[in-house]
């Protein structure tokens, strides 16, 4: 069973820090990776995309790929109470189906 | 652009009755998916079309059937509800059915099964 692992949290972080999220995943073939955001009684929202090892950033989010480890993790730059959600990790499922896996996601507070 | 719509927002069931989840999308996707959402079990796939016309089985199937009534519409039927089914149910979109790229998701639903 392909699998997504992610720290359930909660984690909490002081406004204007930085949040780090990880994810892992079992499967070696993945070759996309996706971050959503979602937000207490509301839909899972992409908020990042990354398929090739390194860095991706988007204002102030940077996601980061290693494939080799089988490791995807999420910073979040200046914290902000705005960005208090669970954030849930998502790998394909198999390598032409258009199926995603998600984790169970992490919980992060940012504190004012 | 509406997105990806679903209908009811909010439902309550005895034991026992049938109901369907609705759900169109407007961004001409190939792929469309149910998922459920239970507190501390994250998001498991129940069904999803990878195309018009063609329908499989996700992670936890059991108990309900779908109907992809055209490109646009996709839909999740409870035949006899049960209790283990209240959960929150969320459909989503992709535009391709090869590969993996982003998903959309509706508001969800909201069902409870007394």
């Known amino acids: 069973q392909k699998e997504v692992e992610q720290n359930s949290g909660p984690l909490s972080v002081p406004e204007g820090a930085i949040a780090s999220l990880n994810c892992t995943y079992s499967?070696?073939?993945?070759?996309?990776f996706f971050w959503y955001r979602q937000y207490s009684g509301k839909s899972p929202e992409l908020i990042m995309s990354?398929?090739?090892?390194g860095d991706k950033e988007d204002g102030r989010f940077t996601a980061q790929l290693n494939k080799a480890s089988q490791y995807v993790s999420l910073l979040i730059r200046d914290s902000q109470p705005s960005d208090s959600a669970t954030y849930l990790c998502?790998?394909?499922?198999?390598?032409?189906?258009?199926?995603?896996?998600f984790g169970q996601g992490t919980t992060l507070q940012v504190k004012p | 652009n509406a997105g990806v719509t679903q209908t009811p927002k909010f439902q309550v069931l005895k034991t026992g009755q049938s109901m369907t989840l609705q759900c169109a999308q407007d961004?001409?996707?190939?792929?469309m998916y149910w998922y459920r959402q239970d507190p501390g079990m994250g998001l498991r796939l129940i069904y999803y079309?990878?195309?018009?016309?063609?329908?499989d089985k996700g992670e936890v199937p059991n108990g309900y059937n779908v109907s992809r009534l055209n490109k646009r519409e996709f839909s999740l039927r409870l035949e006899s509800a049960a209790p283990s089914q209240t959960s929150v149910y969320f459909c989503?979109?992709?535009?391709?059915?090869?590969?993996?790229?982003?998903?959309?998701f509706g508001p969800g639903t909201r069902l409870t099964v007394l």
């Open positions: 990354i398929y090739s090892n």
């Open positions: 961004m001409n996707h190939n792929s």
């Open positions: 998502a790998v394909p499922l198999g390598s032409n189906t258009g199926k995603l896996i």
């Open positions: 989503a979109s992709s535009a391709t059915s090869g590969g993996a790229t982003e998903q959309f």
């Open positions: 499967d070696r073939v993945s070759q996309s």
């Open positions: 079309s990878a195309s018009e016309g063609t329908t």
